[in-house]
């Protein structure tokens, strides 16, 4: 959180920053609408990998669960898009300049999925242990996202006021521009999209722990 907090101090800051190059264009007062979407995806159930192939999906996301829990596991995408709407003004006879109308960021979840080992009984207690396990993984998931749209919201707006209009020499090269605009938004957010994954992580590594897996693995004894 501490890295999430400088992150936005910095945007803050950088908003009075302006370039000779389009020195005109940016003092021109832009005040995007901000359309904020998200989604938690459609939680999805795969039983039909054994333990060692749910082993190989989890080496694939850089998880490593261990014991009892090889027999399940939770993954889920982190997706995000930001498009920008444009209008471009011309002032005076020549001065042609394009300005952010809308802004439009989806920030959210895509394919969340619980693996549950086909070599589980269905409805043993090791079973049910698993699935539990497993289905808190993702509700961590949900809350941590939860958490964190306000903070993405806080975010996009510190971003807008940093995001200039361009200076262009002609209205055809108005797409050009707004394409050069989309990418600086996505550029300035990109490092709190790693921020929020970075503390997905951290938050589910309290659930990974070895406490927690002996405790559930008497569970079932």
Known sequence: MKKLFFILTSLFL??????????????????????????????????TK???????????????????????????????????????????????????????VFIGFDQPTIFISRDLVKNSCEYN?????????????KSALDYFLPLFQDAVEKIAD??????????????????RLTRQYNRKLAPLIEVFKEELLLEQSKLDNHTNYRHEKELCK
């Open 162 to 179: 940093t995001v200039k209009p361009l200076k262009v020499a002609h209205i055809t090269q108005i797409d050009d521009a707004t394409n």
């Open 50 to 104: 054994n333990n060692d192939q749910i082993t190989s999906v989890a080496s694939r996301y850089g998880i490593a669960e261990k014991g009892l829990f090889a027999s399940g596991l939770a993954t889920v995408n982190v997706i995000w898009e930001i498009t920008v709407n444009t209008m471009g003004k011309v002032y005076g006879d020549y001065d042609v300049c394009v300005v952010p109308t809308e802004i439009n």
């Open 14 to 47: 950088s908003g009075s920053q302006t370039t000779a190059a389009a020195f005109d264009c940016a003092q021109i007062k832009s005040s995007p609408a901000i359309v904020f979407t998200t989604s938690y995806g459609k939680l999805t159930y795969d039983y």
């Open 129 to 141: 242990v698993v699935m539990r396990h497993e289905q808190t993984h993702q509700q961590i998931n």
